[in-house]
C-alpha cells in the first residue's frame, strides 16, 4: 500500500505541472455559444445545466430526441433567456446530418452576424464492453463504437471550426478517456476509438498552433469510470478505490468546467491517472503490464454489465 501512496505522491505532483502548463486566469463564459454533443443524459446534461447557469447560449445535440428536448426544458429553466437553448436530433456517426445539423445551428443563432464566440464539446459515446474474442461480439457495434467515438470528432468539429477562425477564437473539447491513455482487457473497440480522441485532439492542437489560431483552444479530458450507469459493475478493487475511485458525475463536470474556464489542455481524472502516460512511456512492457494487472486495470471490466441500447448510451468512461 505505501507504495501506492507513493505513487500517488509523484501523479500529484506531475499534475499539478500539466493543469499548470498552459493554463490561465479564469474567464466568464457568459455570451458564448456551447454546441454539445450526446447532450440527453449523463455528463452531455449535467454539463448543459452547468453551462445554462454560467450565461452560456446553448446548442444540445442528441440522437434521442425525446431526451435532448427534455434535457432542453431542464437548461432553459437556468438560462438568461428562453431563446438561448435550442435542441437538435442527430446522428453524429452521420456526416450528411453533421453537415445540416451544423448549419442550422450557425442559422439558428445567428452566428456569423452576432459574432458569438463558440465552444464545442465533443461529449457523446458508446460502449459494447466485449472482448474480441467473445462469441458475442458484435462486429456492427464495434464499428459504431469507432464512429461515434472516433470519426465524428472530424466531422462535428469541422463542422465549427471555420466559424471559430472567422471570428478568430473558440474552444474545443473532447472528452475521450482513461481508457485512451492505457488499455483496458474487454474494452478493445473502445479503447482504439479512445486513443483516436487523444491523438485527434493533439493533433488539432498542433494543427491550429501550426496555423496561427492562437486563441483556438483545445481541451482533452480523461477521466475513469464515471457513475451515469454506462458503466455499471466496472471498476478498480476496493482496496485501489482511494486512489482511483468511481467519480460522481457532477465531480467531473465541476472539474470540466473549471478547465475549459483555464483553457488548460489536458485534464485527467482521477489525478492518479496522470502517471499513466509516464509509466507507459519509463517502463518496460512486461512491467507495465504487471503494474497494470495488479492494480486491476486489466481486470477493471470484469463484472461490467450492459444497461444502455445503442441508440441510449451518450455519457463517458
Known sequence: MATFTNLAGLAGIYYGGCELYGACASVSLRGRLCIITGAGSGIGRLAALALAAEGVSLALWDIDENAVQGVGKEARALAWEQECVRTYSCDISDRAAVREAGARTLSDFDVAGVGKELLLFNNAGIVSGKSLLDENFDEARAAKTMEVNGTSLI?????????????????????????????????????????????????????????????????????????????????????????????????????????????????????????????????????????????????????FVQTRSQQGARSKL
Open 155 to 303: 466531422w462535428v468539429t469541422r463542422a465549427f471550426l471555420p466559424a471559430m477562425v472567422a471570428h478568430g477564437q473558440g474552444h474545443v473539447v473532447t472528452l475521450a478517456s482513461s481508457a485512451g491513455l492505457a488499455g483496458v482487457a474487454g474494452l478493445v473497440d473502445y479503447c482504439a476509438s479512445k486513443h483516436a480522441a487523444v491523438g485527434f485532439n493533439e493533433s488539432l492542437r498542433m494543427e491550429l498552433g501550426a496555423q496561427g489560431h492562437k486563441r483556438i483552444f483545445t481541451t482533452v479530458v480523461c477521466p475513469s469510470f464515471i457513475a451515469t450507469g454506462m458503466f455499471k459493475g466496472a471498476g478498480m478493487p476496493p482496496w485501489m478505490r482511494t486512489v482511483a475511485p468511481v467519480l460522481r458525475p457532477e465531480y467531473v463536470v465541476q472539474r470540466i468546467v473549471e478547465a475549459i474556464k483555464r483553457r488548460n489542455p489536458v485534464l485527467i481524472m482521477p489525478r492518479l491517472g496522470y502517471l499513466s502516460p509516464v509509466l507507459r512511456a519509463t517502463l518496460p512492457t512486461v512491467l507495465y503490464d504487471w503494474v497494470c494487472a495488479t492494480t486491476g486495470i486489466s481486470s477493471s471490466m470484469d463484472n
